[in-house]
Nanobody, 124 residues
Framework: QVQLVESGGGLVQAGGSLKVACAAS????????VGWFRQFPGKERDFVAAIAWGGVTTVYADSVKGRFTISRDNAKNTVYLQMNSLKPEDTAVYYCAARSSINPSRWYNDYAYWGLGTQVTVSS
């Protein structure tokens, strides 16, 4: 079992930056691939980015590629999502998720463990 807690959300102006973190506890975090998803009001969760257990392989949604960077520090059991050049349409609740696999995935159903989310609001 892995417990995930997101932090670092908040309010930022368009064009600004924000870094959210996902702290894990429980089993050996380095054995898990981790993804970030976001959910807009009334919508399902959309894939944002994911990172392999070793941190070498990353994948991004086209909408954030070049603006967001996912990284991880297994010594600290934490995965980060650095968000730059933020747009109002990035406003959402951001969730991190973990799967017991070395490979990252874009698919919501591939992740067994989820945090409770952190709100990111980008003002225009």
């Amino acid at each position: 079992q892995v417990q995930l807690v997101e932090s670092g959300g908040g309010l930022v102006q368009a064009g600004g930056s924000l870094k959210v973190a996902c702290a894990a506890s429980g089993r050996t975090f380095s054995n898990y691939a981790v993804g970030w998803f976001r959910q807009f009001p009334g919508k399902e969760r959309d894939f944002v980015a994911a990172i392999a257990w070793g941190g070498v392989t990353t994948v991004y949604a086209d909408s954030v590629k070049g603006r967001f960077t996912i990284s991880r520090d297994n010594a600290k059991n934490t995965v980060y999502l650095q968000m730059n050049s933020l747009k109002p349409e990035d406003t959402a609740v951001y969730y991190c998720a973990a799967r017991s696999s070395i490979n990252p995935s874009r698919w919501y159903n591939d992740y067994a463990y989820w945090g409770l989310g952190t709100q990111v609001t980008v003002s225009s």
